[in-house]
Structures are given as C-alpha cells and as structure tokens.
DNA sequence: AACCTGACTTCGG
DNA sequence: TCCGAAGCCAGGT
C-alpha cells in the first residue's frame, strides 16, 4: 500500500480541516516522522500546488507563519483569514484556538 | 554515491 | 526571553 512517509504526509495535510491549523512537526508526526518536519516543508514546495496541498495551513512550533514578509507572509497571513484564523500583524495565530487537533483513528 | 539544502525543532548559553 | 548551534531526514544535484 501507499504508506511511504511523503504519501502519509500528503494525506495528513488533506486532513486539516478548514479554519484549523496544524505545525510542520505535527504532521511529520502524523506520518510516522516525529522529527521529519523539513520534508514536510520539502513536500509543500514540490507538491502544493499539484496535489491542491493546504500548505497555508502549516504553520511553525511557536505559531508563526513560517515565511517571510514579502516571500508569501503576506498570501498566507490572507488565506487563513478568509477562513476565519485570526493572524496577528506579527505573524503569530493562537494555537490554543486554531490548533487542528486530529482524533486517532 | 556523496554532498547540499530547507516555509523545522530543540537545546544550551 | 532572545540568539545561535546542532540535530534531523528525504529529495535534488
């Protein structure tokens, strides 16, 4: 079956639903990877936009948006809040409130 | 096959 | 609390 960890990760990303947030270890975790966070960012840069990937979604450990200003800040600041995340001006969103909390299935 | 790199994370000063 | 260094791992060169 398809359970390489770049699938896994792909599917975790899908999973994230609308308005939540995930961080780029969580879902490293998620695949099986605890400390795979940098394919994680490897996997949104190839695959993103091929395979429809929530990459705006993802976002550091410490609630920042992991981009800088002027090199996509400012598309992902925009689309998480047309689903409602508030983002600070700083970059910073409450993963107390947004965090995407997946149930184990 | 070795080496480099990255939208990360963690630990120590 | 802030900053830098080291650890991590898979894909590209």
Redesign the pocket.
């Known amino acids: 079956m398809t359970s390489?960890?770049?699938t896994l990760v792909k599917r975790a990303l899908k999973r994230i639903p609308k308005g939540k947030v995930a961080?780029?270890?969580?879902i490293?975790e998620l695949a099986g990877?605890?400390?795979?966070?940098?394919?994680?960012?490897?996997?949104?840069?190839?695959s993103?936009e091929r395979d429809n990937l929530p990459?705006?979604r993802?976002?550091?450990?410490?609630g920042h948006i992991?981009?800088?200003r002027g090199?996509?800040f400012e598309l992902?600041q925009a689309l998480l809040e047309s689903e409602d995340v508030f983002v600070e001006a700083s970059g910073h969103i409450d993963l107390k409130r947004y965090q995407w909390r997946p149930r184990a299935r």
């Not at 961080?23 to 969580?26: A, L, P, R, V």
């Not at 966070?37 to 190839?46: G, K, M």
């Not at 993802?58 to 410490?62: A, E, G, M, Y």
């Open positions: 390489d960890f770049t961080t780029y270890g969580q490293a990877s605890p400390r795979g966070a940098r394919q994680v960012v490897r996997i949104l840069h190839s993103s990459w705006h993802v976002i550091n450990s410490q992991a981009l800088k090199q996509g992902q």
